[in-house]
């Protein structure tokens, strides 16, 4: 079945650092890739997306590319704000199905 | 527009007892899904109903049970609660079902089984 894999957390930097959190996914298809973002005693938000191979889906800052070869969706940020403390959840999903397979999430926190 | 929206937004029931959570999608999304977040389990996809028609449903046992009303909005129902029960519950629509379109999540009903 299909799975997603990410770096366990939490991840802690330092205002302005570079951020990199590591997905990996196994699936039998080919599916659209997202980041969601969860912030404390909220749902969870869009953060970007990648339909296809080697898509870079972006948004406030934030980006990742569809790397079929690899099998990953790396989320990468190149100076975070301690507003992006939160947990980011990775995900796959198909065309035409709503059912999203998440990783486990990895928190986030970023230190003044 | 208004945002998805789910209620109630906290809920402590004890063992055996049944519940019944309710989501309101946004105007106009004609599809509805609901999820499971536990801290052991993580996120897990319990079932999708488009058009008041279940169309896919993840590996829950059957006290886990939905349905879908023709405004679009949603209920699931747990029944005879167990502890592992335990978790928020989140409810996600989009517009349709043809595309990957974006889901937009609402903010959960904490569901507490004592």
């Known amino acids: 079945g299909d799975s997603v894999t990410q770096m366990e957390g939490p991840v802690t930097l330092s205002e302005e650092a570079f951020l990199t959190i590591n997905c990996t996914y196994t699936a039998t298809g080919y599916p659209s890739l997202f980041w969601y973002v969860q912030y404390p005693g909220e749902g969870l938000q869009l953060l970007l997306k990648?339909?296809?191979?080697?898509d870079k889906g972006s948004n406030k800052g934030f980006e990742a590319t569809y790397r079929k070869e690899t099998t990953s969706f790396h989320l990468e940020k190149g100076s975070v704000q301690v507003s992006d403390s939160a947990v980011y959840f990775c995900?796959?999903?198909?065309?035409?199905?709503?059912?999203?397979?998440f990783g486990s999430g990895t928190r986030l926190q970023v230190q003044p | 527009k208004a945002g998805v929206t789910q209620t109630p937004r906290y809920l402590i029931k004890t063992r055996g007892q049944q519940v019944t959570l309710s989501c309101s999608p946004i105007?106009?999304?004609?599809?509805v899904s609901w999820y499971q977040q536990t801290p052991g389990q993580g996120l897990q996809f319990l079932f999708e109903y488009f058009s008041e028609t279940q169309r896919n449903k993840g590996n829950f046992p059957g006290r886990f049970s939905g349905r879908q009303f023709s405004n679009s909005r949603s209920e699931m129902n747990v029944s005879t609660l167990e502890l592992g029960d335990s978790a928020l519950y989140l409810c996600a629509s989009s517009p349709d079902v043809t595309s990957t379109d974006t889901q937009y999540f609402g903010p959960g009903t904490r569901l507490t089984v004592l």
């Open positions: 105007s106009g999304h004609r599809s």
């Open positions: 990648a339909t296809k191979a080697d």
């Open positions: 995900a796959l999903a198909y065309t035409g199905r709503r059912a999203l397979t």
